[in-house]
């Protein structure tokens, strides 16, 4: 499938073997891309914006974790208007993988920009607008690569790559978060003389971050072809768009209610999954007694195991589907939040936590290829975008829950309930949809 830079191929699913190289250079994508969640999202730098930046904020003033939040909340709806949109115009154009591109450059123009966020409040926002635009770009490549699982997979193998993909996501924050740990954060001085200073030792990682995701999406952007104009989709304006987009679902609709079943299904059950490690680390701290260390110890193992679990469900699905993969992980993520309600000390956490986080891989390796099978050729992006849309949709949901449910019964350990709860009504939602197809269908008409 590999072809000179520009040729462009056609992305229906080829009958032969898949050439490692094009799999790895779509994979490492996932590797570089981790690097930002982990450390920019996730365990690093917003936490760095909300504390240290947000500290001496006059009185009276939002919190940091309440303007993050806001910045996110916003971010969110920017993904949920303008997602399907992206999707659908680099289909229609032939830009998938130019628009992949574009994203990432964003995507890291706007990483690099947190080395200036010092910790002084007159900096904090700067630092909300760059992560929340950050966040919005990163959504955005997300679409464009995941529309090109297809290209790179047959309905033979798509679970097994769509696995490594995830694996190599979970495996690439592993280590960028332990470099990171060693190098810079855990020192007093670390590499480069670089000090806790204003700041400074939260602030390199930004480089480090945009340097990691620079050098890994190179090879998806050199051995992955573009994709041909898609003839069946009108080529309109931005604005004319929306309506190109409302006709499609209505159509969507008509067609194969099921897709559109599966999107509302697995929109809440991926708020449910987020969930899991958004407040794993509060939950880790606060109700079992881990220490702020030991946390990230924590968080690698954690990834460990999820890649593991994503990497092998990957070669199951391609026997058994992707359905029974998502239902078997939703019903044992389930299972394991309900017994962690009632575990107590660090050791409990450990095991149980570590299970919790076993099921998350595969449950979100098999709800990509699930969604690829379904999608219409030459609509892979458009449909992603869909996905993206919908699970921000409702991403308020768990967290919502978690937060009323704690302050209700003023226990962070009652907050488990919410998440179990999210994860339920998706694994309900996801009993009614049917398994997709083999082959993805050819256009809207032939889908169902």
């Given amino acids: 499938m590999a072809a000179p830079h520009g040729e462009v191929i056609d992305p229906a699913p080829a009958v032969s073997a898949t050439p490692r190289r094009t799999v790895a250079a779509w994979a490492s994508w996932d590797w570089g891309s981790s690097a930002y969640s982990s450390i920019v ?21 939002l919190s940091g974790s309440t303007w993050l939040g806001i910045a996110m909340f916003v971010a969110g709806v920017a993904v949920a208007a ?29 990483t690099l920009g947190l080395f200036f966020v010092r910790d002084e409040y007159t900096y904090l926002w700067l630092g909300l607008v760059l992560l929340a635009a950050g966040s919005v770009f990163m959504e955005f ?70 340097i990691w995701f620079a050098v890994f999406a190179v090879p998806v952007l050199v051995l992955v072809p573009e994709i041909p104009p898609t003839t069946t989709i009108d080529r309109v304006g931005f604005l004319a ?9 209505r159509t969507l609709f008509r067609a194969d209610r099921n897709s559109v079943y599966f999107l509302l299904a697995s929109a809440l059950y991926r708020d449910g999954l987020a969930a899991v490690f958004s407040f794993g680390a509060v939950l880790a701290v606060s109700v079992y007694g881990l220490s702020a260390s030991d946390v990230i110890i924590f968080g690698v193992a954690a990834n460990i195991v999820a890649a593991i679990g994503a990497f092998a469900a990957g070669f199951v699905e391609d026997r058994v589907g992707p359905k029974p993969i ?53 609509r892979e992006g458009q449909m992603f975008g869909l996905y993206a849309t919908t699970g921000r949709a409702v991403s308020f949901l768990a967290p919502g829950l978690f937060a009323l449910l704690s302050g209700v019964f ?26 997709p197809p083999r082959h993805q269908p050819a256009d809207l008409g032939a889908i169902g």
């Fill in 41 to 61: 999202t996730s365990f690093v730098f917003a936490p760095y914006l909300a504390n240290a930046v947000a500290a001496d904020r006059p009185a009276g003033s």
């Fill in 82 to 110: 303008i997602a399907p949109i992206t999707g659908q115009r680099a289909d229609a154009g032939g830009r998938r993988r130019r628009s992949l591109g574009l994203w990432t450059a964003l995507t890291i123009g706007a």
């Fill in 141 to 210: 490549a997300g679409v464009s690569y995941n529309a090109m699982l297809q290209q790179i997979s047959t309905p033979a193998n798509i679970g097994r790559i769509s696995g490594i993909g995830w694996a190599s996501g979970y495996v690439g924050g592993i280590f960028v978060l332990l470099i990171s740990f060693v190098l810079f954060i855990s020192p007093d001085v670390g590499l480069f003389g670089v000090t806790a200073e204003g700041g400074m030792k939260y602030r390199v990682l930004a480089i480090v971050v945009a």
């Fill in 241 to 249: 768009s929306y309506k190109v987009l409302a006709g499609d679902v």
């Fill in 326 to 378: 998502i239902t078997v992980s939703l019903t044992g993520l389930i299972v394991t939040a309900t017994i962690l309600l009632f575990a107590h000390g660090p050791t409990m956490f450990w095991v149980f936590g570590l299970l919790l986080c076993l099921w998350v891989g595969p449950a979100q390796s098999s709800s990509r290829s699930f969604l690829a099978r379904l999608a219409p050729e030459g």
């Fill in 410 to 435: 003023n226990s962070d350990r009652m907050g488990i309930i919410g998440i179990a709860l999210v994860l339920l009504m998706g694994a309900i939602a996801l009993w009614r949809v049917n398994p």
